[in-house]
């Protein structure tokens, strides 16, 4: 079990448990929050834990009292299981490969990764195994964000943390892959299926690897299949409201929710469930005034959304497809000019004047210009208020993401037909 002096934990930080990986883990955007955040992490035996130390350490830079290294093996239940230490130890597994993709590689970091000799077993080793649920039992922080790199066992470790899942757990960083890379494992549709039925919404994969044959050009494979990716899901905030907490309970576990969500870039809803909060938990809310971070970052960024809400909001048009988009163009030559419109007149004497290959060269004309201005105008637009916050808490690739997202908003022509 978890060894509690090994590094303080208290319920006002985030904690994140990550599982697997060997020899490190990939960087999670919630670090940016620093030492509001705790990170457990797991990995299979004592030998991958003191790599994981040498590794984890260096590599970012933090002391022991914002993580801690557990050596347990992880799995759906207790059990004793066979693991195998493979010739890349990074794909060490308790799943076998799958020899039906013998055939393939991944181009990994920019070169030829050979799946069936990575995932070649060097040793076995017995190991026991535990699920979350069991781990967690005994603790009294739980954890917030659960992060998996764990070579095929992913689904198990999901239908072990059950428990957690219904409760403390606010989002799921996943590896995921779309073939059985592994005989047995469960694939991205089953933990789609499973996190959905959980509570949970999907918001997208990220670092997606495709799967090439083995005897074919580096540089004529095309696009492949895909292979693997890491993929998101955040929980719905409505699963916390009505969990058998109290309300000053229910504001942390939102406040953390909505700090994850701005870390992964889900700005609308992070502001829907600060908007919930400050609605509804008024007065549980000004009693939470310890000092975090992530506190902080969410307070001054409802403030400032909600601004830009009250001021831009009720201008916005919302469009829809129109039932007029869909009906039968009429072929007949004699109909009437006057049944068009003014602006549908306007168009109609345009295009009949100007030939189709010249309105051709004029719109691949507009876009030599517009793309310039465009580049232009994210270069020397300072950013927003929204913007401003994200920066100064330290979420610089959001703040970088939205500033472009205004920008491509401003630029792109709207197509949709108004309500």
Same mark, same amino acid.
């Given at each position: 079990m978890i060894n509690q002096n090994q590094a303080?934990?208290?319920?006002?930080?985030?904690?994140?448990?990550?599982?697997?990986?060997?020899?490190g883990w990939s960087d999670n955007p919630i670090g940016c929050l620093e030492k509001?955040?705790?990170?457990?992490?797991?990995?299979?035996?004592?030998?991958?834990?003191?790599d994981d130390n040498l590794h984890f350490g260096s590599s970012h830079n933090i002391?022991?009292?914002?993580?801690?290294?557990?050596?347990?093996?992880?799995s759906g239940k207790k059990e004793?299981?066979?693991f195998n230490i493979t010739y890349d130890p990074a794909t060490s597994s308790l799943f076998n490969f799958n020899p039906n993709l013998k055939d393939f590689i991944t181009n990994s970091g920019g070169f030829n990764y050979d799946l069936k000799r990575a995932t070649q077993t060097i040793t076995k080793k017995k190991v026991e195994c535990l699920s979350l649920d069991i781990i967690f039992s005994k603790e009294a922080f739980l954890p917030d964000l659960l992060s998996l790199d764990v070579e095929g066992a992913e689904y198990e470790v999901l239908t072990g943390s059950n428990k957690l899942l219904s409760s403390s757990i606010l989002g799921v960083r996943t590896e995921v892959v779309f073939v059985e890379f592994r005989k047995g494992q469960k694939t991205f549709t089953d933990i789609f299926s499973y996190l959905i039925k959980k509570g949970f919404f999907y918001a997208g994969?990220?670092?997606?690897?495709?799967?090439?044959?083995?005897?074919?050009?580096d540089y004529a494979r095309g696009i492949g299949f895909p292979f693997a990716s890491d993929a998101f899901f955040i929980k719905d905030y409505k699963k916390i409201i009505i969990l058998n907490i109290t309300d000053s309970e229910k504001v942390i576990s939102l406040m953390k929710l909505a700090a994850i969500g701005l870390c992964f870039n889900l700005l609308d809803y992070s502001y829907q469930i600060l908007h919930y909060i400050h609605s509804h938990y008024k007065t549980e809310l000004y009693k939470t005034n310890f000092n975090a971070k992530y506190i902080g970052l969410c307070i001054n960024y409802y403030k400032e959304y909600h601004q830009e809400m009250n001021k831009n909001y009720p201008l916005q048009k919302y469009y829809a497809l129109n039932e007029e988009m869909w009906a039968p163009k009429v072929t007949n030559n004699?109909?009437?000019?006057?049944?068009?419109?003014g602006k549908r007149m306007l168009i109609v004497i345009v295009r009949k004047f100007i030939k189709k290959s010249y309105r051709k060269q004029i719109w691949r004309l507009f876009k030599k %210009?517009?793309?310039? +201005?465009?580049?232009?105008? @994210?270069?020397?637009?300072?950013?927003?208020? %929204?913007?401003?916050? +994200?920066?100064?808490?330290? @979420?610089k690739e959001q703040a970088k993401l939205q500033k472009l997202s205004r920008n491509k908003f401003l630029f792109e022509p709207k197509k949709l037909v108004k309500i």
């Open positions: 303080p934990l208290t319920a006002k930080r985030i904690h994140v448990c990550h599982i697997g990986g060997r020899f509001d955040v705790f990170f457990t992490l797991f990995d299979a035996d004592e030998e991958s834990i003191k002391n022991n009292s914002r993580y801690r290294f557990i050596a347990q093996c992880v004793t299981r066979y994969i990220e670092n997606g690897y495709s799967m090439h044959y083995a005897s074919s050009l004699t109909t009437s000019p006057k049944k068009i419109n %210009i517009i793309i310039p +201005l465009r580049k232009i105008h @994210l270069k020397i637009m300072p950013m927003n208020n %929204i913007e401003k916050i +994200l920066f100064d808490y330290g @979420l």
